[in-house]
């Protein structure tokens, strides 16, 4: 009964999505699978979406596109709920009941749709639960973990992390275990215990090359660098972040190669090599615009903002973060626009503006206020001393650099200790 009705539906979405553009992009994809729109099958629909986003992409940019791929995915699993639930109870049709709010959940989750994602995860854990499908059980509740990780609410991560993973090993799913530790890593490392960030980013590495999974295990080893870059192991960070880039470009996963080059050209910024951190960041730009994606330009361009004015070059360095906080703001990221109000204030510091460098410390300190990231804290509270000692306002750059140096120390990430303290007794 679904493949009957799919194909009108899919059609009716696009012309709404997109108008007579929309309808001539599900023309051409459908060519492409050799079937017309109306002939569109349940098993059409995932290469379908996948097609439809890809060839969207460079025209409308990467996030829409993938809103109407998942768009997609929606009203094929939507249709088929409302199918399994008028067929008779029996555990077969509870299953793929489970299955499909599984699927509504990830589209959500997809979307940034949180609260809808939770909802359907939940749904779904509360069937799985009453007939004993732990697989399902433990990826809704490592799934429920990386919303409350994606709203900087780490206990409930960590909580529902482990829960997970409990379930996934005792059924022997890999991927779930992977995940899970990987999760784990991620809310430790932004907690700021890197001891532990460590000991679960080694397991769920360990399992990613178990399973053989390429772009899982680029991934893994990206946010492992992250971890040596907070502790300050720049030659640490930097073998994993390029690491990450051998297996990210074997996938062609732009995005993800956007967040490599972006972190690479961190490390060059903290050796104070700033022409080899503005190619990297420029390879950032570059990943993202192959596939119209935002958010690796906004990264890329706050960045470059910094690198430029610690060239000198302030000017330039004001208008690419202007650039970057159009981009961020956009995008509700509040992280990235937290550090571009920092680079702000480190631009005009260059230009001896103090009053107006405050400002944007002061800004930057606001956002962070709601994302509780101590180590971005630390690095703001650097900049904001150095400014002032600039300024010669010995108590206030005093007072900034020594809590910047608290942080560091609580953190555990000693360079960075060590250049608060330097600072202080310079």
């Not at 230009?351 to 962070?368: I, M, Q, S, V």
Request: charged letters at 35%.
């Amino acid at each position: 009964m679904v493949d009957l009705n799919i194909g009108m539906g899919i059609q009716k979405l696009m012309l709404q999505e997109m108008g007579a553009m929309g309808s001539r992009v599900l023309s051409e994809q459908c060519d492409k699978m050799k079937t017309r729109p109306e002939q569109i099958k349940t098993r059409d629909i995932s290469t379908l979406s996948r097609n439809i986003t890809r060839a969207l992409s460079p025209v409308i940019g990467y996030v829409r596109a993938v809103h109407i791929g998942q768009d997609i995915l929606r009203y094929k699993a939507s249709m088929e709920l409302e199918e399994a639930k008028a067929k008779p109870i029996s555990a077969i049709n509870q299953r793929r009941e489970v299955d499909i709010l599984f699927q509504l959940g990830s589209v959500s989750y997809q979307m940034g749709e949180w609260e809808e994602a939770k909802k359907h995860f939940k749904d779904a854990m509360r069937l799985a639960k009453s007939i004993s499908y732990v697989l399902r059980t433990g990826e809704c509740l490592c799934q429920i973990g990386h919303i409350h990780k994606e709203k900087s609410e780490w206990n409930s991560a960590i909580q529902n992390f482990e829960n997970g993973l409990e379930l996934s090993r005792s059924v022997n799913d890999m991927r779930g275990v992977a995940d899970a530790y990987r999760g784990l890593g991620f809310v430790y490392w932004r907690k700021g215990d890197y001891a532990r960030a460590i000991e679960n980013y080694e397991k769920s590495i360990g399992i990613g090359k178990r399973i053989k999974e390429k772009g899982r295990i680029g991934v893994i080893n990206l946010e492992f660098g992250n971890v040596y870059n907070a502790k300050g192991e720049l030659e640490k960070a930097e073998e994993y972040y390029l690491r990450s880039l051998e297996f990210l470009k074997e996938v062609k996963d732009y995005e993800q190669m956007g967040r490599a080059y972006n972190n690479l050209g961190d490390i060059h910024l903290q050796r104070e090599e700033w022409e080899e951190a503005i190619k990297d960041f420029k390879k950032c730009r570059e990943s993202g615009e192959i596939i119209n994606h935002d958010t690796p330009k906004g990264w890329a361009l706050l960045n470059l903002g910094e690198a430029l004015a610690r060239l000198g070059k302030v000017d330039e360095a004001v208008a690419s973060l202007d650039e970057a906080l159009v981009i961020l703001s956009k995008l509700d990221m509040k992280g990235g626009i937290a550090v571009t109000y920092r680079n702000y204030g480190v631009a005009y510091r260059y230009k001896k503006e103090w009053e107006t460098a405050n400002e944007y410390f002061e800004k930057a300190r606001e956002e962070l206020k709601e994302l509780n990231s101590p180590y971005e804290e630390g690095h703001l509270y650097y900049e904001w001393g150095s400014m002032w000692k600039d300024a010669w306002r010995d108590k206030e750059s005093e007072e900034c650099l020594e809590r910047s140096l608290g942080i560091f120390k609580k953190l555990g990430a000693k360079k960075f200790a060590e250049r608060a303290k330097k600072a202080l007794e310079g």
